[in-house]
């Protein structure tokens, strides 16, 4: 008892005490009891709790540790009725099968061990199914092996499928820590201190219900998909009639026959299910509500406008002949309103992150902010080099916050996806008992604990990708990565893909998929486009359409670009309809847009959000780039102090160098 109490002392002590208060020890203590984890595991498990419920608010005293005890609490209910449903359904699944079920002459059950005519025997896996026997032939080598030799691992043969990819020597690298684009460069740039600060200058709190995330992949069911993408048709379709100000009678079914011309609002397909998008295949899909879920083609000769599909639309015209719906025009979606805050809470920010009661604004004040995105190494090796070289630059500057977003440890590497590498050479790693989450704590949590030790007041946000092995969640939306087998350090905060969170009083929202890559491949251009920059279209979409990945059905895998890996097929969209409401935005558009591609890293301002491709910290055959912003704080008129909220014009105030790692 003594040594869980020292324990729970150590991993939640508050302030400069080291003792925790009897009551909320005993709490503590009891919630140990209940649910047999260990004092670290419960410390992770409350880092997700503050998250949750806003970490500057959520101070652990008696009544907060009773209210994260029935949190638990409830978690657990839920999972035990989500087993019992398992288990029930695993019970009808192995029921005994009717006659006929079971062709002459086979073993139903594999009892017989064989020994029936003309029946082999099947060995079966676990689950049931049967595994197909493998022919005979020379064993091959073990795939994972042990490290040998104390050679750099800069210098590590080519033992995997890399498709003639080569990098070179990571440290010979051309034009490291040059800036290619700046955005503001008016503004300072950053200004590491003498030391780094004694505590985090940033609060971090979730605006996403993170515990939506934690649901059954692959278990999709048609009528729940398309309830979503109804609903999501009828909810525009509000939004539009509020912003324009219509009467119900202006609306119609784009499918129905009329000289009468209505405004109809539908969801953008192709005629065909595997075609391409163009004038010629355009099709209105309308929802249930409005229009029986019809399909229409449209006539967009008269209109300029770029279509993708999956996007809502608001169209104005009619269907005189019942074969087609000629548009006239093309109704504005509004735009989600802007992030505000309230003066007073400015202020509090301020004062956190040190700016004096004058008001003075220096360079010093700036938050330094590092974004990098996945992969994190060369095709060729398992170094992590890159990732390396970016928790030495966030060391160096003292970064206050380091996003990285997945993939980290990429299925799409050729030596993960074939197997075939070395294990590293670490003595907690035991050769046959070794998973890829060990292979992960030590090549990818080795640096970010040395990250966290150097600069113990740093935040560091890891967002995975549907690509990360590690990450047993296939789909889209997705859950976060498991802190507790990743061996993290406590200033990583595991975060859902997509997400959107508040570093301080910026909104930031954050996507792994590669969205923007999808919309340029299946977009389709009519007439003279209002935006004729590409990379400031493209992030358009997501504002208008309020949505992290507006498109449906999602890209065709076969678009994207080739992998090192055997087949050299990407990874793609896999895409949960049901759960397409997780990846909305609900209350306000982001000041920050983080959108990773593999189009040309940039930084732009598209509808008074700041949009950040960070590009690939390592691409296949060499280094890649990161972004590194200066967020100045905000300064205050009197005038905007006598209002209620005030805007937070982050795209203004905010410098943004993308740079070569």
């Known amino acids: 008892m003594a040594d869980t109490a020292s324990q729970l002392n150590e991993c939640f002590a508050i302030g400069l005490t080291s003792q925790l208060p009897p009551d909320v020890l005993a709490e503590l203590q009891s919630i140990l009891r209940l649910h047999s984890v260990s004092p670290q595991e419960l410390s992770y498990k409350w880092e997700s709790y503050t998250m949750k419920m806003g970490s500057e608010s959520t101070q652990l005293d008696l009544d907060t540790a009773r209210a994260f005890k029935k949190d638990l609490q409830e978690i657990l209910e839920r999972e035990s009725r989500g087993k019992a449903e398992r288990s029930t359904e695993k019970s009808a699944r192995f029921a005994t099968p009717r006659g006929g079920a079971v062709r002459g002459g086979e073993d139903m059950f594999g009892m017989l061990g064989g020994i029936t005519p003309n029946t082999p025997l099947q060995h079966r896996s676990t689950n ?279 993939p980290i440890f990429d299925i799409e590497h050729p030596r993960l996806a074939s197997g075939d590498f070395d294990l590293p050479d670490d003595r907690t790693i035991e050769p046959n008992k070794a998973t890829l989450n060990d292979v992960f704590r030590v090549l990818v949590g080795t640096p970010l604990r040395r990250l966290a030790q150097q600069v113990p007041s740093i935040t560091v946000i890891l967002v995975p990708s549907v690509r990360d092995v590690v990450n047993k969640h296939v789909s889209w939306p997705q859950e976060p990565f498991d802190k507790r087998v990743l061996g993290l350090p406590k200033q990583a905060k595991m975060v859902t893909n997509p997400v959107t969170i508040s570093l301080n009083e910026t909104l930031i929202g954050i996507s792994a998929q590669d969205v923007l890559w999808d919309l340029r491949c299946e977009e389709v251009v009519i007439g003279k486009p209002k935006d004729h920059s590409l990379l400031a279209r493209l992030p358009r979409h997501l504002i208008q359409q309020r949505h992290f990945y507006p498109l449906f059905p999602a890209g065709d895998r076969k678009t994207l670009p080739k992998t090192g890996t055997e087949d050299g097929l990407a990874t793609g969209m896999p895409l949960d309809v049901s759960y397409l409401k997780l990846g909305e935005w609900v209350n306000a558009r ?49 005038e905007e102090r006598e209002a209620e909220v005030v805007g937070h014009h982050l795209f203004e105030r905010t410098r943004v160098d993308v740079a070569r790692i």
């Open 128 to 406: 049931g199914a049967a595994k197909r026997k493998a022919p005979y032939e020379t064993p091959a080598a073990p795939k994972f092996r042990r490290a040998e030799g104390m050679s750099s691992p800069a210098d590590e043969r080519v033992n995997g499928n890399t498709n003639g990819v080569l990098s070179s020597s990571f440290p010979d690298r051309q034009n490291a820590g040059q800036i290619v684009e700046t955005l503001n460069d008016h503004l300072p740039t950053i200004e590491p201190p003498i030391a780094p600060p004694a505590e985090s200058r940033v609060r971090v709190t979730a605006n996403t219900d993170l515990k939506k995330f934690y649901y059954k992949p692959m278990a999709m069911h048609l009528s729940e998909a398309s309830e979503i993408l109804d609903d999501r048709i009828d909810e525009f379709q509000t939004l539009i009639q509020s912003h324009h100000r219509l009467d119900d009678s202006a609306f119609g079914s784009a499918a129905s026959q009329s000289t009468n011309e209505i405004v109809a609002v539908g969801r953008v397909a192709c005629d065909i299910l595997d075609g391409k998008l163009n004038a010629a295949s355009l099709m209105l899909e309308t929802s249930r509500r409005t229009g029986a879920g019809l399909r229409v083609p449209l006539k967009v000769d008269s209109v300029s406008h770029v279509f993708f599909p999956g996007q809502i639309v608001a169209v104005r015209g009619i269907n005189a002949s019942g074969s087609y719906f000629s548009v006239s025009e093309i109704l504005d979606i509004p735009l989600p309103p802007p992030a505000v805050s309230a003066p007073s809470t400015l202020d509090a920010f301020h004062e956190r992150i040190g700016v004096e009661e004058d008001g003075a604004v220096n360079a010093s004040n700036a938050l330094n902010v590092m974004i990098a995105s996945g992969p994190y190494t060369a095709d060729d090796n398992l170094a992590f080099e890159p990732l390396n070289a970016l928790c030495d630059k966030a060391i160096e500057s003292y970064a206050d916050v380091l996003i990285m977003v997945g």
């Open 590 to 638: 982001p000041d920050l847009l983080i959108t990773p591609s593999v189009l040309s890293p940039f930084a732009k301002v598209v509808e008074s959000v700041l949009v950040v491709n960070p590009g690939s910290l390592s691409k296949r055959k060499g280094p890649g780039t990161y972004a590194q912003l200066a967020i100045h704080p905000q300064k205050i008129s009197d």
